[in-house]
């Protein structure tokens, strides 16, 4: 049974950080990316990791300021969030996918087999 668990989420004032974490089990995926959706928008990709060489691709609005990484030994997943704006806030979820991705690739939320609940965060 493959659960995708999201915590960390919460509130932070502009210029601060925030880590989320995605504990996995039941499986393991060649690829783990974190999306966002705010209110009244489409899920947009924000960071993904490739498990097999460890390459990482990031939204270009968010490059230099988060940081996705995997603990294997754990099995989690970690978006390392830090720099925010207001425009950051939004409902973070994980999400797997089976085969690998790219740059352009990790983007569309329709190749990614599972999701998690998701993670809010609201940064003023």
């Known amino acids: 049974h493959v659960q995708l668990v999201e915590s960390g989420g919460g509130s932070a004032l502009a210029g601060g950080s925030v880590r989320l974490s995605c504990a996995a089990s039941?499986?393991?995926?060649?690829?783990y990316s974190w999306f966002r959706q705010a209110p009244g928008q489409e899920r947009e990709g924000v960071a993904a990791?490739?498990?097999?060489?460890?390459?990482?691709y990031y939204l270009n609005s968010v490059e230099g300021r988060f940081t996705i990484s995997l603990d294997n030994s754990r099995d989690m997943v970690y978006l390392q969030m830090s720099n925010l704006r207001p425009e950051d806030t939004a409902m973070y979820y994980c999400?797997?996918?089976?085969?690998?991705?790219?740059?352009?690739?990790?983007?569309?939320?329709?190749?990614?087999?599972?999701w998690g609940q998701g993670t809010q965060v609201t940064v003023s």
């Open positions: 990791i490739d498990t097999g060489d460890g390459s990482t």
């Open positions: 039941g499986y393991t995926f060649n690829t």
């Open positions: 999400a797997a996918a089976s085969d690998t991705c790219g740059s352009v690739s990790f983007r569309r939320a329709g190749r990614y087999d599972y």
